[in-house]
């Protein structure tokens, strides 16, 4: 600071006019190119005037009654096979699938809990159209939304940035980019949640974290292959994420309780589910992806990822950080389609180094007509209360597409001890998809 200071006082210091004039135009071409670049990415996209009058969305804060409920869509996979009848049929199927599970219920916001695209299958020039198609429902019914995004959010063609770039047209998105490191991928953030009242302390506290995965975009190795890029939650992630839940506690000399979204599950979810087991009235929901597909899947403990590993425990550094936060009351991931259950990890797993704190590891629903599966499409509500938050109390249930409501539970000190019904395992299908014809992406060959 002294030495600015001298400068400044001293006329000597003083920079010439035509040094002035320099910085002028370098400040006034990078606003112009920022106009520019902001114009090309939000073009061909008209948002409701009620909406577009926004340029920042208020806070997010307990509805009048002391409650906050949100949705959480995964899987959406959106843009498969834009050139065969089908393709664009699927993408109509997830936007009823959409509407109708934001007609059946009351959210305060919408998270999209990753692969809201399918990568492989998109043409770089129109790469992220797909979100406008996406938020609709969102935008008409004027909720804001947070995303995490998926593996399949990231190949060649797609971007994560451009992703993120493509939603921030809308006054609605609340999704960010808070970590600056080479390789923490993109979607991690955090938003605060005030209570009902108009106080300015958090009672809620919503992490987003990028599980990455997926291919590097617009790059190839010496043999031409696309460049695969590390399925788990970045060190440098973490580091932030603990950094900034001890500054949050500091500066509001409490622990805040929090709930945590990523697209991949760890390894923990896998161990829970082929160590302890889930049973179907104590952990209910669907549990056909078995074993479950966990962050680090295929690499080796050395980095490496040639096929020769099962899977390298690059996510335990995120599994300990996780476990040792208080107040974190659940993760949701999604990625296993057909895995649907919740579980509360509060003991040493089997083949584990990472001791469970009583966390609740959540799957959501399937909820698009892309990826694979057929299991009835929906969404996993989920509702907190501020008197609830001060027992560590969380519901959640899934919506379905077709209004039905099932694993509807209580995420509380004795979840996993009480009994509830059974889920059912049922299916649904795109009645106006015509699969007989499957062709290749014209222009690859």
Not at 157 to 175: F, G, K, V, W
């Amino acid at each position: 600071m002294t030495f600015k200071y001298e400068l400044l006082s001293q006329p000597s210091a003083r920079r010439p006019p035509s040094l002035l004039h320099r910085y002028r135009f370098v400040i006034m071409l990078v606003t112009v190119l920022a106009l520019v670049y902001l114009t090309t990415v939000c073009s061909g996209r008209a948002l409701p005037f009620n909406v577009a009058k926004k340029s920042r969305w208020e806070p997010l804060r307990f509805d009048e009654d002391g409650n906050f409920q949100l949705a959480i869509f995964e899987d959406l996979h959106f843009g498969e096979n834009a050139w065969d009848s089908w393709g664009p049929q699927q993408d109509l199927n997830s936007v009823r699938v959409l509407n109708d599970v934001l007609a059946a219920e009351t959210q305060h916001l919408v998270i999209l809990n990753g692969d809201l695209i399918t990568g492989e299958n998109q043409y770089k020039f129109n790469a992220t159209s797909k979100i406008d198609q996406i938020v609709a429902p969102i935008v008409q019914r004027n909720l804001p939304w947070a995303s995490t995004y998926g593996n399949h959010d990231s190949d060649f063609n797609l971007s994560r940035s451009d992703i993120l770039a493509r939603e921030q047209c809308y006054p609605n998105a609340l999704t960010r980019s808070d970590v600056n490191a080479p390789n923490a991928g993109v979607s991690n953030y955090y938003l605060p949640v005030y209570p009902h009242n108009g106080g300015n302390v958090p009672c809620l506290i919503l992490w987003s974290f990028d599980s990455r995965g997926g291919f590097l975009y617009q790059q190839r190795n010496a043999t031409g292959a696309k460049v695969g890029q590390p399925n788990w939650v970045d060190q440098s992630v973490v580091d932030w994420f603990k950094t900034t839940n001890k500054r949050l506690t500091t500066r509001y000399n409490a622990t805040i309780p929090s709930l945590a979204f990523v697209h991949i599950p760890t390894n923990a979810s896998q161990a829970l589910q082929t160590q302890a087991g889930v049973n179907p009235y104590y952990q209910p929901g669907i549990n056909d992806d078995y074993p479950l597909a966990q962050q680090a899947q295929g690499y080796c403990p050395n980095g490496t990822n040639d096929g020769t590993c099962d899977y390298g425990g690059q996510d335990v550094p995120f599994m300990d950080a996780i476990t040792s936060t208080p107040g974190l009351l659940a993760l949701f991931s999604g990625h296993d389609h057909g895995d649907t259950w919740c579980y509360k990890w509060n003991h040493l797993l089997p083949g584990m180094s990472i001791k469970g704190n009583g966390v609740n590891i959540c799957f959501g629903q399937h909820s698009g007509y892309g990826g694979y599966g057929s299991w009835t499409r929906g969404a996993r509500q989920v509702r907190v209360s501020e008197e609830g938050l001060r027992e560590g109390k969380v519901e959640t249930w899934i919506r379905l597409e077709t209004g039905g409501v099932v694993g509807s539970v209580e995420l509380n000190a004795t979840y996993g001890e009480d009994r509830y019904p059974a889920t059912l395992n049922t299916n649904s299908s795109c009645g106006s998809c015509n699969y007989s014809r499957v062709t290749p992406m014209p222009g690859t060959g």
